[in-house]
Nanobody
Framework: QVQFVESGGGLVQPGGSLTLSCTAS????????MGWYRQAPGKQRERVAI???????NYADSMKGRFTISRDNAKNMVYLQMNSLKPDDTAVYYC?????????WGQGTQVTVSS
């Protein structure tokens, strides 16, 4: 069973940047495809980006060119570099496997983009 703890969120102005981090417990982290997900108020949770154990990535269309997902298997960490942030990016961001592990959702980290 892998558990996740997200960090790095905060308040940022439009056009700003943030880097989110996700720590994963569990000795077999490196075999999973990992993803970042987000849930905005009143909306369903959506997938932001995924990264395979080999480093191949895929992004939701609205994040392409602005967000970068990466991982460090030796440290059991997944990162999300977010640039050119927009108010529509305001949400709670979570990491989880892909496909998701329904028991793996953590508390998430709040990202608020506002002037």
């Amino acid at each position: 069973q892998v558990q996740f703890v997200e960090s790095g969120g905060g308040l940022v102005q439009p056009g700003g940047s943030l880097t989110l981090s996700c720590t994963a417990s569990g000795s077999i982290f490196s075999i999973y495809t990992m993803g970042w997900y987000r849930q905005a108020p009143g909306k369903q949770r959506e997938r932001v980006a995924i990264i395979t154990r080999g480093g191949s990535t895929n992004y939701a269309d609205s994040m392409k060119g602005r967000f970068t997902i990466s991982r460090d298997n030796a440290k059991n960490m997944v990162y999300l570099q977010m640039n050119s942030l927009k108010p529509d990016d305001t949400a709670v961001y979570y990491c989880n496997t892909s496909p998701v592990n329904l028991l793996g959702w953590g508390q998430g980290t709040q990202v608020t983009v506002s002037s």
